[in-house]
C-alpha cells in the first residue's frame, strides 16, 4: 500500500514514535489524524504541517473518544486506511511484591487498559472503516500497526504490567492477522528496544550511555525515525503480515 494520498491515524501521534511517524507519513503525501490527549502539542504539530493533518484530542481508553475521533476523520478525509498505534505508557518501577507489599492491582488494570486494550479498541474501529474501502491493486483495504516493546519478551524486574501489557500486543497479532485476511487487512507489530522517546529523553547523557553499552550494533539508543521507517516499510510491502518486527540493533534485556 502506498502512503502517497491514502489516510493514517497516528495514536499517540504528538510525540516520540508517533510524532515521527506523523511527520515522515505527512512527508510520503499521507493525510494523518494524530490521535492524542495532549492537545497544546497537537494542534501545534498540525499547524505546522499544513492542511493534510489534523489533531484530534482522543483518549484511547474511551470508547466515545475513540468514536468521535474516527467520525472527525472520516468527515475530513472520507476513509481511513493506515493506523499506527503508539499511544502508551510506561508500567512503573514495581515488583510483583517487594518492600512497597503487593504490586498495586489498579496500576496494573491501568497499563493493561491504555497499552493493550485502548490500541485493540482503535484498531478494531478503525478497521471497521477500512472495511468500506475498496481495495487496491493488491487487494488490500488497510494496514494495522501496532507497538509493542522488545519488554514482551524479556520483560525486566518490575515491569510485569508492562511486559503483559506488550506481550498481549505479540500475542494478538497473528489472530487478528487472520481475521482480517478476508478482508484484505493487514496486521503487524514493532517491537522497539531502547529509543529516544520522551520517557528517557530526560536521561542523563552518562545514564544514556550506560544503557547503550549491552546494545550490540549501533550501540546507541534508536531514534524515533527508524521507527517511522520501519512503519512505512511495512505499509508498503504487502507481504508483511501477522509478524512482530523486533527494532533493537540485537539488544537483549538482562535481568
Same mark, same amino acid.
Given at each position: 500500500?502506498?502512503?502517497?494520498?491514502?489516510?493514517?491515524?497516528?495514536?499517540?501521534?504528538? =510525540?516520540?514514535?508517533?510524532? !515521527?511517524?506523523?511527520?515522515?507519513?505527512?512527508?510520503?503525501? !499521507?493525510?494523518? /489524524?494524530?490521535?492524542?490527549? $495532549?492537545?497544546?502539542?497537537?494542534?501545534?504539530? !498540525?499547524?505546522? +504541517?499544513?492542511? =493534510?493533518?489534523?489533531?484530534?484530542?482522543?483518549?484511547?481508553?474511551?470508547?466515545?473518544?475513540?468514536?468521535?475521533?474516527? $467520525?472527525?476523520?472520516?468527515?475530513?478525509? =472520507?476513509?481511513?486506511?493506515?493506523?499506527?498505534?503508539?499511544?502508551?505508557?510506561?508500567?512503573?518501577?514495581?515488583?510483583?511484591?517487594?518492600?512497597?507489599?503487593?504490586?498495586?492491582?489498579?496500576?496494573?488494570? $491501568?497499563?493493561?487498559?491504555?497499552?493493550?486494550?485502548?490500541?485493540?479498541?482503535? @484498531?478494531?474501529? /478503525?478497521?471497521?472503516?477500512?472495511?468500506?474501502?475498496?481495495?487496491?491493486?493488491?487487494?488490500?483495504?488497510?494496514?494495522?500497526?501496532?507497538?509493542? =516493546?522488545?519488554?514482551?519478551?524479556?520483560?525486566?524486574?518490575? &515491569?510485569?504490567?508492562?511486559?503483559?501489557?506488550?506481550?498481549?500486543?505479540?500475542?494478538?497479532? @497473528?489472530?487478528?492477522?487472520?481475521?482480517?485476511?478476508? +478482508?484484505?487487512?493487514?496486521?503487524?507489530?514493532?517491537?522497539?528496544?531502547?529509543?529516544?522517546?520522551?520517557?528517557? &529523553?530526560? +536521561?542523563?547523557?552518562?545514564?544514556?550511555? $550506560?544503557?547503550?553499552?549491552?546494545?550490540?550494533?549501533?550501540?546507541?539508543?534508536?531514534?524515533?525515525?527508524?521507527?517511522?521507517?520501519?512503519?512505512?516499510?511495512?505499509?508498503?510491502?504487502?507481504?508483511?503480515?501477522?509478524?512482530?518486527?523486533? +527494532?533493537?540493533?540485537?539488544?537483549?534485556?538482562?535481568?
Amino acid at each position: 500500500m502506498k502512503l502517497q494520498g491514502n489516510v493514517a491515524i497516528v495514536t499517540g501521534g504528538a =510525540s516520540g514514535l508517533g510524532e !515521527a511517524t506523523v511527520r515522515l507519513f505527512t512527508e510520503k503525501g !499521507a493525510k494523518v /489524524a494524530i490521535f492524542d490527549l $495532549d492537545e497544546e502539542r497537537g494542534n501545534a504539530l !498540525a499547524e505546522e +504541517l499544513g492542511e =493534510s493533518v489534523i489533531f484530534c484530542q482522543v483518549n484511547v481508553t474511551d470508547d466515545t473518544s475513540i468514536t468521535a475521533g474516527i $467520525d472527525r476523520v472520516m468527515e475530513t478525509f =472520507s476513509a481511513i486506511h493506515i493506523c499506527v498505534n503508539c499511544a502508551g505508557r510506561g508500567g512503573g518501577a514495581t515488583k510483583t511484591y517487594g518492600r512497597k507489599g503487593r504490586f498495586p492491582i489498579e496500576l496494573f488494570r $491501568d497499563v493493561i487498559n491504555i497499552n493493550l486494550i485502548g490500541t485493540f479498541n482503535v @484498531l478494531t474501529q /478503525a478497521v471497521e472503516k477500512m472495511s468500506e474501502n475498496e481495495p487496491n491493486e493488491n487487494g488490500e483495504r488497510g494496514v494495522v500497526i501496532n507497538t509493542a =516493546s522488545i519488554a514482551a519478551y524479556e520483560g525486566q524486574k518490575g &515491569q510485569v504490567a508492562y511486559a503483559a501489557s506488550k506481550g498481549g500486543l505479540v500475542g494478538i497479532t @497473528l489472530p487478528i492477522a487472520r481475521d482480517l485476511a478476508s +478482508l484484505g487487512v493487514r496486521i503487524a507489530t514493532i517491537a522497539p528496544g531502547l529509543c529516544e522517546t520522551p520517557i528517557l &529523553q530526560g +536521561l542523563a547523557p552518562e545514564i544514556k550511555e $550506560d544503557l547503550a553499552k549491552d546494545i550490540p550494533f549501533p550501540s546507541r539508543l534508536a531514534e524515533p525515525r527508524e521507527f517511522a521507517w520501519l512503519a512505512e516499510h511495512i505499509v508498503f510491502n504487502t507481504y508483511i503480515n501477522g509478524e512482530t518486527i523486533r +527494532l533493537d540493533a540485537g539488544l537483549r534485556m538482562k535481568y
